[in-house]
């Protein structure tokens, strides 16, 4: 069984294929042109990961909205349960770009911080 995907580490966008057995476990990596792109494609199929970045509501600035994001990437499939969080979420201005709105966020150690000042 084979899997393909594109290595976005760097701007080569190499594409990396994984050779896996029936179970889904990685037999071999070929087409990276680095170790990097090894390491992000085995990481990519066992525990693919997102920065999360949008916005939240804010009351009292100068903007309705107050862009977000994750201070590091946190695993894939809490996106969705992330978006639902964030929609919900109202902040009051003043932030400033950095402080943390969630620390923690949705218990991955990454913190939901302001990507800008408002
Ligand atoms: S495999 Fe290496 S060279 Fe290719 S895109 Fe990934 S980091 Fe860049």
């Known amino acids: 069984m084979h899997k393909s995907l594109v290595c976005t580490v760097c701007p ?8 896996l057995d029936e179970n889904g476990q990685i037999i071999s990596v070929s087409g990276n042109r680095c170790p990097r792109g090894k390491t992000y494609a085995i990481k990519e199929h066992t525990a693919p990961e997102r920065t999360l970045t ?3 509501r804010a009351v ?21 349960k992330a978006m ?21 966020f949705l218990g991955t150690g990454a913190n939901l911080v302001a990507s800008r000042d408002l």
Request: aromatic content about 0%; overall charge negative.
């Open 12 to 19: 080569m966008s190499c594409n990396v294929s994984l050779e």
């Open 54 to 56: 949008t916005t939240v």
């Open 60 to 80: 009292g600035g100068v903007h309705p909205l107050l862009p977000v994001r994750t201070d590091k990437p946190i695993p894939k499939g809490l996106l969705l």
């Open 84 to 104: 639902e969080e964030t929609a919900e979420l109202t902040i009051n201005a003043p932030v400033k770009m950095g402080d943390v709105i969630i620390p923690d």
